[in-house]
């Protein structure tokens, strides 16, 4: 999972007087300017704390920048101001897998999938978590009791995911 290839945007309604600092800010991020969103976005919660758009973008340009605790904070913001969304949960997903706390991404892929049931980015990251804990555990069980048939069983789940790779 790429940070910035897998944070999902949403096309939602913005505020009209919002919206044009929103299209800038996302601009600024596609641009490779993610500090000049993180400023230009930062004053517009500090102005309008119930954005909860622009805490959305703040939330990917904190990511994009790898400052994953301020993202954490920004998209729990968007989830307390609007908690229909899936989107935020699936992106705190994105940063918990890229914090090493797989069990965390799951939990909120499993919510961003209660709040939209057939979410295709939530459920092919789920799938991609379930496959590496699944590697996880095989691996570790291997690592206790090697037998032919958890070497088979590993191999299979390797081949999933990389058809090429021989590890083992």
Do not use: C
């Amino acid at each position: 999972w790429l940070v910035a290839g897998l944070l999902s945007f949403m096309m939602l309604l913005a505020p009209a007087q919002a919206s044009g600092l929103h299209d800038r800010a996302k601009a600024e991020m596609k641009s490779g300017h993610n500090s000049a969103a993180v400023d230009m976005l930062n004053t517009q919660v500090k102005q309008q704390a119930d954005d909860y758009h622009a805490w959305f973008l703040l939330g990917v340009a904190y990511a994009r920048q790898q400052q994953f605790h301020q993202a954490i904070e920004a998209f729990r913001q968007v989830i307390e101001l609007n908690p229909a969304l899936a989107e935020p949960h699936n992106n705190l997903a994105v940063i918990y897998n890229e914090l090493g706390d797989v069990h965390s991404a799951v939990a909120e892929l499993e919510k961003s999938l209660e709040k939209r049931p057939g979410y295709a980015v939530a459920e092919e990251n789920i799938a991609e978590l379930y496959l590496k804990l699944a590697r996880q555990y095989y691996k570790g069980a291997l690592d206790k009791s090697p037998t032919s048939a958890l070497e088979q069983q590993y191999a299979s789940l390797l081949h999933l995911r990389d058809p090429n790779s021989t590890e083992i």
